[in-house]
C-alpha cells in the first residue's frame, strides 16, 4: 500500500494541494467502519477500460451496452485508451 502513498502525496504536492498536514491516510477502509467523515474521496480511475456491460449468451452472442454518467458536482473528463 505505501507504493500507492508516496505518488499520491507527491501528486497532490504537485499540483499545489498540499499543506502543513498530510491529505493522505494509508489505511484499509473496508477493514472497520470508522467515526469519521468526508467530503471527498480520491480514487484511481480504471483507466483503459472501456465503461460497458457485456452480456454473453448460451448460445454465444455478444451485447454491449453502454454506461454513462452525468453529475452536476463532476467537472473533469478524460477520454478513454
Known sequence: MTLVVSPCAMNL?????DNDTSLVEKGDSLLELGNR???MVLTNLPFGKKSSTKIISDDGSVKSEQESYTREDFFASTSNK
Open 13 to 17: 504536492f504537485l499540483h499545489g494541494l
Open 37 to 39: 467523515r468526508f467530503y
